[in-house]
């Protein structure tokens, strides 16, 4: 997918440059494959803020070699939801990340998506500001075009469309 980059002090800020994605249904949802993305192991850690289908997801990859996703989902009125196929992000976890510990505890951070009001993006906002993190104005302010903008190479996309559809290929072959 097409994305802008911003650089933020500490930080590296990335967002959709378009809504969709350029790769093949089902995997043409520009944010929601952003948001499972794998970050190569030189840019992690990596904190991902996002509003997905009226929820506050974050994603925290950390640094090393292994990778392991981990998540937050929150949503109105409900607070943290629960996602069996997705990994728990600990509240820990997101302050370390954040190199936040000087400023915040785990426990401030599971105290504020306790908070079931307000919107996803004021719980992200809020997260933001808590974590002390630049790059509020991204959140609030959305995609600016003066960011750089760098495009997927072609045959990558056409080689993970291919890849996509032969692992499709070979479930329905075993599903007979």
């Known amino acids: 997918m097409p994305v802008r980059v911003v650089p933020l002090p500490g930080w590296t800020g990335v967002y ?6 350029l790769s093949a249904a089902p995997y043409d949802v520009g944010l929601e494959v ?16 996002f509003v997905i289908e009226g929820c506050a997801v974050v994603t925290v990859q950390t640094r090393g070699w292994r990778l392991q996703q981990r998540w937050i989902v929150w ?14 992000l600990p509240s820990g976890l997101v302050v370390d990340v954040a190199g936040a510990r000087s400023r915040t505890t785990p426990a401030a951070v599971t105290e504020h998506f306790a908070d079931t009001h307000g919107s996803p993006l004021e719980v992200l906002v809020g997260l933001v500001r808590l974590l002390g993190l630049p790059g509020e104005e991204l959140l609030v302010e959305g995609p600016d075009d003066a960011h750089e903008r760098i495009e997927p190479n072609p045959r990558s996309v056409a080689a993970f469309d291919a890849l996509v559809a032969e692992e499709a290929a070979h479930r329905s072959e075993n599903e007979r």
């Open 75 to 88: 949503e109105p009125g409900t607070g943290v939801r629960r996602t069996p196929d997705l990994p728990a």
């Open 16 to 21: 959709l440059a378009e809504e969709r994605a």
């Open 34 to 49: 952003l948001a499972a993305r794998s970050v190569p192991t030189r840019h992690r850690p990596a904190i991902g803020l």
